[in-house]
């Protein structure tokens, strides 16, 4: 009988606990700026769009080209145009998009109609932005000196 109590009282305590956690991170006294973030995304871009978008955004700046190709932004718009499904990723829509910007057209305007734009954006360079990009050397001097 003793042991019953124990446990119901234990479940009650347990129920009441969690709910009460609960509460607490959503009554919170965040900001609406410390709110505003990803959580979580689902990267599931294929290798073969990121080879070719970064293969673009390399030489594009190698080349010092006339129209420089941002990677993210190009994954960003693939995946605002598919909804984040790239298991049917066609090179065709990649080729329509570069065909765009090589016309004069700026992402800013070709994504201004795209409601998720922003959050892919945000998302791929959340997982890609260290990886393609300028950078520098540093060797040492001959005094075995960093300057």
């Not at 959580?39 to 290798?47: E, L, M, P, R, S």
């Amino acid at each position: 009988m003793i042991v019953a109590i124990i446990i119901i009282l234990v479940i009650i305590l347990s129920v009441v606990a969690f709910y009460s956690f609960a509460n607490d991170e959503v009554n919170s006294d965040e900001t609406s700026s410390d709110k505003d973030y990803i959580k979580w995304v689902d990267f599931n871009v294929t290798a073969e769009a990121m080879k070719l978008t970064s293969k673009l955004d390399i030489e594009s700046h190698n080349s010092d080209a006339e129209v420089e190709y941002n990677w993210i932004e190009l994954l960003a718009y693939l995946a605002a145009q598919n909804g984040g499904n790239f298991k049917n990723f066609k090179k065709s829509d990649l080729d329509n998009l570069i065909a765009k910007l090589d016309s004069g057209e700026q992402m800013c305007d070709l994504t201004s109609n795209m409601k998720f734009y922003d959050y892919y954006y945000e998302a791929y360079t959340a997982v890609l932005s260290g990886f393609i990009g300028n950078y520098s050397i540093e060797v040492d001097n001959e005094d075995t000196s960093r300057c």
